[in-house]
């Protein structure tokens, strides 16, 4: 009998994992996955890492606070992305991961 | 306001273009939803779109969102994110009709009083490009006080009719010229179809003198190496603008000093020859012509 092997799918079979973005000049790629209860876990690639990265992860953590969401890890990976699209990209991704959970 | 000979379709969900909005010279940016987003990425353009209107908007220039046609499931959504923005204009692609705008139009009232006061309100722009629009072009033109201009769109039209498309474009002579009648009766803005050939500089050219030539009052441009032939093809040469600025000049005279009639290098001056001056020197942004002194439903 073969094995279950543990997928990130809910049991309705909708993606828990959301994502938004791309890895374009300019953009940001933002995957949102459920993690621990009661905090967030946040990876961050960036080619500005050293300029801009804490500025990038204060914007992440302030879209997760505005749209109430915790107990997901956020991985992203930007390509210089102004703050606008970073908020943008959060948004998006927040929004789907919410619908692929409801 | 500026007058609009250049307007630059950009893909509403590529960051790096909607930045660059202000700097690639461009009378106007159209913030594209439609063709230019996949579906999967409708919602998140949007967003995106939002964001850009509200913090990137780039000063100067006209900003217009096109967003998806009435027969989607998309436009209502998209409606909702960007009147929060608050564009100048939102194009309405396939707008077959006058209920087609004035519905539009509805929808972009209600979410503007939802949102507050205080806003500019946001006018629209119809992009014909059905054999029904191109039929419906003076009642469409004349549906809405709100409606301030109409563009045509040649691919899906041509595609529609089974025409071949060619660069000289004689394909779309009749709904060209349609819609330009539709828009000066009704007192609208007329901006033409883009240039479809993206490295053709040389058809380009022609294209767009032959576009101005028509009485277009300016062109549609799907790449940013298209803008600067189009904005010169749309800019009066200095020639013409010295002979306006004395008309003008003389006209202004006259009134002055209480003078039925005058006359300038043994030419009667009379109000269609000022009225030909003011709109050369508007297409020169001496005298800005705005959408709304131009639109003649008051």
Redesign the interface.
Known sequence: MAQTIPTPESSLGKPLRAT??SL????IFIALAPGEPGGNEITLESIVMKQFGPAILRVIEESLAEHDLTGVTVTAQDKG?????I???M??AI??YKEARS | MKHYRSLLFMPGN???ML?SAGALGADAAIFDLEDAVARTEK??AR??V???L???RPEGIGVVVRINALDTPFWQDDIAEVVKGGPDFILQPKCTSPEDARTLIAAIEEREREYGAGRKPIRLLTLLETAAGIENAFAIASAHPKLAGMQLGAEDLTLELGAKRTPGGEEILYARTRLIMACKAAGVKSLDTPYPYVTDLEGLEKDAAFSAQLGFDGKTVISPQHVAAVNRAFTPPEEQLRWARRVMAVARKAEEEGKGAVSLDGMMIDLPIIKRAQLILSRAGEAPVSFTEDTAHA
């Open positions: 938004a973005g374009e000049s300019n953009d992305a102004l703050d606008c699209t908020r943008a990209r948004e998006a929004r789907r | 590529n960051p790096g930045a919602d998140a967003i995106l939002r964001n850009a509200t913090e990137l």
